[in-house]
């Protein structure tokens, strides 16, 4: 069998408040494949969101390893970090996080430029990506001009861009509207069917719904892993 994407040893993570060290991640072993539909889930507090983080790259363990498509990126510097998000994670967060005076050709173009593409590429791939979300007649539009579940198709066609591993999707819906919810969650449905390995963190019980994989946290370890 292959060797899986994701591959997370003994993680745990620590933060220090104070005097006192508080213990997030107290020790977290985790594979998830190629092609998984993965939601993550647990209450406030249980570590679902210092997970994410580390999934992300967006910060490293205080112990533990995390393979990450064949590498090893527990203990890599910021810059390190930096290149590999670019080149392998696709960000989709509640906030949708655009440039508001920006146009979605953009705002969905902007992580090629991290990549070193040229204006062309980068414009002929936006474009692709906005019509795969069903944003092509508004590929002009500034993002403060589009209705909010726009807005997400533009973050997640950015996240598309760069062909990453893995799409990470926060709470991808907790700012929509239970129609609007659906339709995005219909096109995370569609990414997936495409190929992408797709990583939900949700509180939502009908959000999780949409994956095939159910990872429960609880006080900072896996509370139950569910494949449906």
Same mark, same amino acid.
């Given at each position: 069998?292959a060797? /899986?994407? #994701?591959?997370?040893?003994?993680? +745990?993570?620590?933060?220090?408040?104070?005097?006192?060290i *508080?213990?997030?991640?107290? $020790?977290?072993?985790?594979?998830?494949?190629?092609g998984?539909?993965v939601a993550?889930?647990?209450?406030?507090?249980?570590?679902?969101?210092?997970?994410?983080?580390?999934?992300?790259?967006?910060?490293?363990?205080?112990?533990?390893?995390?393979?990450?498509?064949?590498?090893?990126?527990?203990?890599?510097?910021?810059?390190?970090?930096?290149?590999?998000?670019?080149?392998?994670?696709?960000?989709?967060?509640?906030?949708?996080?655009?440039?508001?005076r920006?146009?979605a050709?953009?705002?969905?173009?902007? /992580?090629? #430029?991290?990549?070193?593409?040229? +204006?062309s590429?980068?414009h002929?791939?936006?474009k692709? *990506?906005?019509?795969?979300? $069903?944003?092509?007649?508004?590929?002009?539009?500034?993002?403060?001009?589009?209705?909010g579940?726009?807005r997400?198709?533009?973050?997640?066609a950015r996240?598309?861009?760069?062909?990453?591993?893995?799409?990470?999707?926060?709470?991808?819906?907790g700012?929509?509207?239970?129609?609007t919810?659906?339709?995005?969650?219909t096109l995370?449905?569609?990414?997936?069917?495409?190929?992408?390995?797709?990583?939900?963190?949700?509180?939502?019980?009908?959000?999780?719904?949409?994956a095939?994989?159910?990872?429960?946290?609880?006080?900072?370890l896996v509370e139950?892993d569910?494949?449906?």
């Amino acid at each position: 069998m292959a060797n /899986p994407l #994701i591959k997370i040893t003994n993680i +745990k993570r620590d933060f220090v408040l104070g005097n006192e060290i *508080v213990y997030v991640l107290k $020790g977290i072993d985790l594979e998830i494949n190629k092609g998984e539909y993965v939601a993550l889930m647990g209450p406030s507090g249980s570590g679902k969101s210092t997970l994410m983080n580390l999934l992300g790259c967006l910060d490293t363990p205080t112990s533990g390893t995390y393979i990450l498509n064949g590498k090893d990126v527990s203990h890599m510097k910021d810059d390190e970090l930096a290149e590999i998000r670019n080149k392998e994670i696709g960000f989709v967060f509640q906030t949708f996080n655009l440039l508001p005076r920006t146009t979605a050709l953009d705002n969905v173009a902007l /992580p090629m #430029i991290y990549a070193g593409y040229s +204006k062309s590429e980068r414009h002929n791939r936006a474009k692709e *990506v906005l019509t795969q979300v $069903g944003l092509s007649d508004r590929i002009d539009h500034h993002s403060n001009q589009l209705s909010g579940g726009q807005r997400q198709r533009v973050a997640v066609a950015r996240a598309l861009v760069n062909s990453p591993s893995i799409i990470l999707a926060d709470e991808p819906t907790g700012n929509l509207d239970s129609k609007t919810s659906l339709e995005i969650m219909t096109l995370f449905d569609e990414i997936h069917a495409n190929g992408n390995t797709v990583i939900l963190v949700t509180h939502e019980e009908e959000i999780a719904e949409h994956a095939h994989r159910v990872i429960r946290l609880r006080d900072g370890l896996v509370e139950s892993d569910i494949t449906k």
